[in-house]
């Protein structure tokens, strides 16, 4: 299979770890390479269901190596407590996941700083943070303060830890927190270190002899394109970079050992937390969404947001991936719609938009430019051939395809492996 890396094209929950897992099958390395454990990829495999937020969805294959990139930020007792979720289900795990020793680590005055700054925010400025760290960590790290795997191995962490904190600890009273206790979690990390410490490696050097061997890697990324720092809907955004760049800087694999990027896109769009939402259905429509899509947070639990199709994300998404093919998922859900709507651009003020603006103020009081279609009210979730979909549903299909100029490579009909129509790939 071509090394290629796969990226959410909407705001993250569209189905990249199903998509994930069934690709791992014909590739012999999976990298996550932005991200935390603020992430959640699901996969169903028969009746069991698998929740990842850092390990790469390969480990439920057999034989695959899974890297932990150095794009991520990485608790690690959360780390140890997935790896104990995947052993407990039967998994194989040491010897197949690595953690790079550039990665950087969460600790828990990031999380406290994370909670106490998004509590101080009024209603219509929260982020929607899952108030992990995550975003404070990014932030130690852009700032040249933050701790790294290879720190917590070494003899000077102690040292470097305590310095930290006594930053962190000012931070948090001035947000209205209160300081830590630095010798308990000393510690405690002395001890995660140590359990962590098989793991932890040069994932660079591996990786790039990988390739160089010929080995195909699978590129897993976290959350989605419009969560991007750079390119989403800013400030309602994550803290690294979900597009297919991020495969480039959060692994250390060069741009030309890239062979394709495959975007993952529902068939209509759903978003948690704040920040705005064109398409967005406050009716019965998308409680029908909601229900039937079991729109709920892997991570959080939280209720997603859902709306309508909108080609103008999708278009956005494709420009900036490089999209080469659609992994399109929960056709099914929309089995149960009569008239089915697609957004194709937004108004506002007079003017007309055929992408996304930068500003999230113009965003927000965009309005939504519709075109219908029919549905075909009939069952999907059990068809195993593209060709035995209802005419309507291949209407659909073809015409998002057309709309947003992505071939599609893959189509998804529900949660399970079996549920995967492989069109191109």
Not at 112 to 132: Q, S, V
Not at 194 to 220: C, H, Q
Request: aromatic fraction near 6%; charged fraction near 25%.
């Amino acid at each position: 299979m071509p090394n290629t890396v796969l990226i959410g094209a909407q705001w993250g929950d569209e189905g990249k770890g199903k998509i994930i897992d069934v690709l791992a099958e014909d590739v012999d390395i999976v990298v996550r390479f932005q991200g935390g454990n603020n992430a959640g990829h699901t996969v169903k495999i028969g009746n069991d269901k698998y929740v990842l937020h850092l390990i790469p969805s390969g480990i439920l294959r057999d034989r695959q190596q899974c890297v932990i990139g150095n794009g991520l930020v990485v608790h690690p007792k959360a780390l140890l407590d997935e790896i104990a979720e995947v052993e407990a289900a039967g998994k194989t795990v040491a010897g197949r996941l690595f953690v790079s020793d550039r990665a950087h680590i969460v600790f828990p005055y990031h999380g406290e700083i994370d909670a106490a700054r998004e509590n101080r925010l009024a209603e219509g400025e929260k982020i929607g943070t899952t108030k992990r760290g995550i975003g404070p960590c990014y932030g130690d790290k852009v700032s040249r303060v933050g701790l790294r795997a290879a720190d917590l191995l070494s003899s000077d962490f102690p040292e470097l830890l305590r310095s930290r904190l006594e930053e962190s600890n000012r931070v948090l009273e001035a947000l209205g927190g209160k300081p830590l206790d630095g010798e308990k979690m000393l510690s405690d990390y002395l001890g995660l270190a140590e359990r962590i410490r098989p793991y932890v490696t040069d994932t660079v050097t591996m990786l790039n002899d990988a390739v160089a061997a010929g080995k195909s890697v699978l590129f897993e990324g976290a959350q989605g394109t419009m969560l991007d720092i750079d390119f989403g809907t800013y400030p309602f955004v994550t803290s690294s970079n979900t597009t297919a760049g991020g495969a480039v800087t959060g692994s250390g694999v060069a741009p030309h050992r890239i062979d394709r990027v495959i975007g993952v896109i529902k068939t209509y769009t759903t978003r948690v937390g704040e920040g705005p939402f064109p398409t967005e259905l406050l009716d019965a429509d998308g409680e029908t969404m909601r229900s039937v899509g079991g729109e709920f947070g892997a991570t959080t639990g939280r209720p997603r947001r859902c709306g309508w199709f909108d080609a103008v994300v999708a278009r956005y998404s494709a420009q900036i991936n490089g999209i080469d093919f659609w992994a399109m998922t929960k056709l099914d859900v929309l089995d149960v719609f009569k008239t089915i709507r697609i957004c194709t651009a937004y108004e506002v003020d007079g003017k007309r938009y055929t992408t996304v603006p930068a500003s999230t103020r113009i965003l927000a009081k965009c309005k939504p430019v519709y075109e219908e279609m029919p549905g075909w009210h009939c069952n999907t979730s059990n068809v195993t051939r593209y060709e035995d979909l209802p005419k309507a549903a291949k209407d659909y299909v073809e015409h998002l395809c057309k709309i947003t100029g992505v071939k599609l490579g893959i189509l998804s009909v529900g949660p399970k492996r079996e549920s995967t129509l492989r069109i191109a790939l």
